[in-house]
């Protein structure tokens, strides 16, 4: 397209993203990798529900055990030149850091998911805005009509007395927002920011294409802000079990705060296995200042 601008010519170029390709390789460092096919003209009133890594893992934990829970097919994994630069060892089989997007037909073909989530946050600002950018885009392709996102709302220990943690809301439409108000264990987040991806893909999915979202928030002890080998699976499981009340989706009752001891014991024990595995690994040196950690996880 030309436009002519009184002595300038001004040159735009457009193109189209073909997502049907197996490998595509972008100019802002995404890589695409399809593992199966899918249009628009596939799902049935789809519905996208977002984990991303954040406080406490609280969203990511959620969207794993949902995932695992669906038996979710995988759509396509993105790899970003923006994830930390390191390699992910899993059952001896390395891989780079990357954003998952999985689909779950629904059986009853009332509403079919679409679950993504990540090893890692971008590193940097531009790089959430990029990915999250490049999600959204996605999203559309796929005929999403609500994006559904999970995370963590830190509060002192001296408010968390109730069983469950409440939930804290906040959307892009006043009427969905308000639908939500009738849950007791809900309440709307007034003012704040929603750092990373959890917030932005459904705001910009929103400002971009007009798709609704909503971002469920569940409180967890603010200690876990500055402590990373922190994992709250009370407030992930009470994610969960909104999730499950919400949109009757198929999550077992072995996802439940009635069982929350049994499902901690088993990832600390998992954890001191690694953290064992870990401390085998010596780095020999020839001199001492150079002696320093050699495996990162």
């Known amino acids: 397209m030309i436009i002519k601008d009184g002595k300038k010519i001004i040159i735009i170029i457009t193109y189209t993203l073909d997502l049907n390709e197996k490998m595509i390789d972008e100019d802002d460092g995404i890589r695409i990798i399809k593992n199966s096919d899918f249009e628009k003209s596939d799902f049935i009133n789809p519905t996208c529900i977002l984990g991303m890594p954040g406080i406490a893992d609280v969203g990511k934990f959620a969207l794993d055990s949902l995932i695992g829970q669906l038996n979710a097919q995988s759509y396509m994994d993105v790899i970003f030149d923006d994830y930390p630069a390191g390699a992910i060892v899993d059952d001896s089989i390395l891989s780079a850091p990357k954003a998952e997007i999985l689909v779950w037909k629904d059986p009853d ?80 987040i007034q003012k704040g920011v929603i750092i990373g991806a959890n917030g932005l893909i459904p705001t910009l999915a929103k400002a971009r294409f007009g798709i609704e979202g909503i971002v469920f928030l569940a409180e967890t002890d603010n200690v876990a802000m500055i402590n990373e080998d922190i994992t709250d699976l009370r407030a992930s499981i009470t994610l969960l079990e909104m999730l499950k009340k919400s949109f009757t989706l198929p999550i077992k009752k072995k996802y439940s705060l009635d069982n929350l001891d049994d499902i901690t014991k088993n990832l600390q024990n998992k954890r001191e296995k690694l953290e064992k595995d870990l401390d085998t690994f010596q780095l020999v040196a020839s001199d001492a200042e150079d002696k320093r950690k050699s495996l990162y996880i």
């Not at 998911?113 to 990029?130: E, F, M, N, W």
């Not at 559904?148 to 006043?174: C, D, E, F, N, R």
Request: charged share 20%; hydrophobic share 40%; glycine share 4%.
């Open 109 to 188: 073909h009332i509403r079919d998911i679409v679950l993504i989530t990540a090893d890692a946050q971008s590193l940097t600002p531009k790089g959430i805005y990029r990915i999250s950018f490049f999600i959204t885009s996605i999203l559309k392709d796929l005929g999403i009509n609500l994006v559904i996102s999970l995370g963590a709302y830190p509060v002192s220990t001296k408010k968390m007395i109730a069983k469950a943690p409440t939930i804290y809301i906040t959307s892009t439409s006043k009427e969905i927002l308000d639908n939500f108000i009738l849950n007791d264990n809900c309440e709307k």
